[in-house]
Structure formats: structure tokens, C-alpha cells
């Protein structure tokens, strides 16, 4: 199992457990965290995930797709560490993974 954490605008933090293997877009929406809206499934078509990855994560992680970058283009509020969590695939590296959602994704 691999634990995440999630962090809202206010700093609130919630740690998940995922299965490795499984994306961090899927990770959220089994546990119901709040700002993960996934409206296509993770068929990076729509960036309703979007995440910023704590900037001592983001060095583990592999290089976004030219879609991914596409679609992160499209988004107001972008960053440096700005990834769609659909595309994250969580493995035993990433065990403590630190993401924060955006203030607009979150109700």
C-alpha cells in the first residue's frame, strides 16, 4: 500500500491508502477526496484532476506527456508542479506523496 496526502487551500491535510498500480486520480476517488473531479474517468480528456506535487515529489515523478502539458496549458491556475493525477501512477516510490488541490477545484 502506498499513503498519499492530500492538502486543501485551508492546509487541511487527509492521508489515503492506495494500491500500487493504481493512479492517484483513482486513489482520490475510492477515498472521496474533495477536489478530484475526474469527469472523464482518467482519460486524460478533461483535467478536472489537476493537482500541484509537493516540489520534493516532483523530481520522482516521470516527465508529463505532450497531452498532459496540453491540457495543464488550457488551466488558469498552472504551476511549475501543476500534473494531472490521472497520470501519476502510484508504485512503492511514491509512498508519502504529497499533492495539493487546487483552491478552484474544491467546493
Known sequence: MVQVTFV???GSRRSVKARSGQ??????????VDGIDAVC???????????YVDDDW??????????ERELIGTLD??????????QIKLCDDLDGLVVTTPAFQQQ
Do not use: K, W
Open 41 to 51: 474517468g482518467g482519460a486524460c480528456s478533461c483535467a478536472t484532476c489537476h493537482v
Open 23 to 32: 493512479s492517484l486520480m483513482e486513489a482520490a476517488i475510492d477515498n472521496g
Open 8 to 10: 486543501r487551500r485551508d
Open 58 to 67: 516532483l523530481v520522482r515523478l516521470s516527465t508529463p506527456a505532450p497531452l
Open 77 to 86: 491556475a498552472v504551476r511549475p508542479s501543476s500534473r494531472l493525477s490521472c
